[in-house]
């Protein structure tokens, strides 16, 4: 009896057990991070624009990437493709974010309707290929337009006066010229040829691995293009022809699993709703902001767009201009907050104005927190100069740097005033008051004090060019070597690299990396990132006096126009020239595409 009792009880206790054990949940199904590339994705920190928040950086791209990477719940990064209007600086960047992502063991699926040769190169980082059997794969190789102004200007009547101290400083050729010159021919075909040889057909050969494809066999390969879908999954460029249902169907069985989730705009900001009436209005001038952390941190400093004195902002017609006050206040800001540890300085841009590229750089000799420089997509001129006191220079491997030069120059528009009836009569004290006039050129002892000014300007550079580069550690620059690479030339960023005008070839993250080294800090552990100048709303620049902020949207749209970016490029040196005659700038509007 006292056995068969004490049975009863322990299957009693079993069946109480069984009955509170929770059910056993079906695992979640695998998630697919999707994410969308394409447009410009500019560089710094995001802002908002006058109706909703703006379009996404790069960098908040590739965060949106290295989050899919950590997340345990995602298994795959899917890939949505459209035309990227980016240099190669961009490209790499988001190519080291894919092999990244796909170094975890996680696979990554590329899509588009139609390739671009540069959406192509970051497709060529996945696993998977796949387009429509009505889209294409527009793979040409690399093109250089270089416009000339010399007859239009003529026909226009309008004079320019230029002073230039570089035989290679070309970006003043077009309007002095109706040809290129032998010099911007040769650095030109230089930068194509390496970035042709080094990026497209490099990317080739370890992206289609099946292929085994030879540097020669690959360029053979690009001379076919364009090419029909069927052409290019025929040649293996593409894996698939599939419609984007297909495409996205086709995910759990490349996953080994009976169903995925697909998460459409991963890990991208929520705009907030917007209400409308007196709560809009609120919203718009007076927008939320991000809390600031106490936990230790690197700051990044954006020097994107042309380099002006002053606080920067929009143009019409030229373009984004980034101001040496505003830089020079997020130096400074970072340099008083606590808990910055050290400073990367992230620059896209071709330059600007000698001015304001020295005052940003004298901010940074002064700075007593480690400066690293990163270079995007273009770091020339005085994208170069505020660079120079970093304590290292990162370049991605197609960054177009150097151009180590500088030139004045001034529309005159006296002729075309005298065809419309237009007469200026001068009265003057001092022999060379003319020096800025728009009407007239420049006298005799005008162009001699000019040329005296564009001299010692030039030899500023290159000093200050020489002292930095020993300071960082290449102990072989001396004046006579940093002569023979500058005088306007300009250099891929692998050419830089070889040269000795940068020291590493790498990301931003590579550059955030050593800058935490420089504090003192593991270059593993993840910091928060404070990225300056921060952005504004949209009301608060109105405030600040920037009344062509109205014009940002349709200069959004003019620039998805064909044709449309290069006459907002065309259009900024002569709306520019009267503002600052001095300027160190690239040889403008070159691009490859």
Known sequence: MPRLLFALVLLFQSTIAVAQEPKKEAPAAPRVAHIVLGGDMDEGA????????????????????????????????????????????????????????????????AYAEEFDTKAYLVALACDTISVPESGGLNMVGLRAEVSYYKDALKLATL???????????????????????????????????????????????????????????????????????????????????????????????????????????????????????????????SPKKKSETKEPKVAVIHVVGAIASGKGGFSLLGGQSVGSDTIVEAIRDAEKNPTVKAIVLRVDSPGGSALASDVIWRA??????????????VAASGGYYVCMNARRIFAEPGTVTG????????????????????????????????????????????????????????????????????????????????LELAGGRVWTG??????????????????????????????????????????????????DGDLDLPFGRALADLKNVPGGAKAMQLMAPVLNAHKAPVQMLIPFHVEFK
Not at 407 to 431: A, Q
Request: aromatic share 6%; charged share 30%; net charge positive.
């Open 364 to 377: 940074l000799a002064v700075c007593k927190k480690p400066v690293v420089a990163s270079m995007g997509d």
């Open 159 to 285: 004079d320019v006066d230029v002073l230039k101290m570089g035989g290679y400083k070309s970006a003043v050729e077009p309007f002095l010229r109706a040809d290129m010159s032998p010099e911007n021919r040769e650095q030109i075909t230089s930068m194509m040829n390496d970035n042709f040889d080094k990026e497209l057909v490099a990317a080739l050969v370890t992206g289609r691995p099946n292929l085994k494809l030879t540097p020669a066999t690959a360029e053979a390969l690009v001379d076919e293009g364009p090419f029909t879908a069927r052409k290019a999954l025929k040649l293996g460029l593409v894996d698939a022809l599939q419609y984007e249902d297909q495409f996205e169907a086709g995910f759990a069985k490349a996953l080994g699993r009976n169903e995925v989730k697909i998460v459409t705009g991963y890990g991208k900001p929520k705009k907030a709703d917007s209400v409308g009436g007196l709560g809009a209005l609120m919203d718009l001038m």
């Open 46 to 109: 995001p802002a908002d624009g006058p109706f909703g928040g703006g379009s996404e950086t790069l960098r908040q791209k590739i965060d949106r990437i290295k989050a899919a990477a950590k997340d345990k719940t995602v298994a795959a990064l899917y890939l949505r493709l459209d035309e990227l209007h980016v240099g190669f600086g961009k490209v790499n960047e988001l190519r080291r974010a894919v092999a990244d992502f796909r170094a975890t063991g996680k696979k990554a699926f």
């Open 403 to 482: 151009s180590i030069g500088v030139f004045g120059m001034k529309i005159v528009t006296g002729k075309l005033e005298e065809r419309v009836g237009v007469t200026t009569h001068v009265i003057s004290r001092g022999k060379n008051t003319g020096v800025n006039s728009a009407t007239f050129k420049w006298s005799e002892s005008e162009r001699k004090a000019m040329t005296e000014v564009i001299e010692e300007v030039y030899d500023q550079f290159t000093d200050k060019a020489v002292a930095g580069r020993v300071a960082a550690g290449q102990k072989q620059m001396t004046k006579a070597k940093l």
């Open 494 to 543: 692998r050419q830089a690299k070889a040269n000795g005008l940068v020291d590493e070839l790498g990301t931003l993250d590579d550059a955030i990396a050593f800058a935490k080294k420089e504090a003192g800090i593991d270059p593993s552990k993840d910091l928060e990132l404070l990225m300056l100048p921060k952005g504004s709303s949209f009301f608060d620049k109105l405030m």
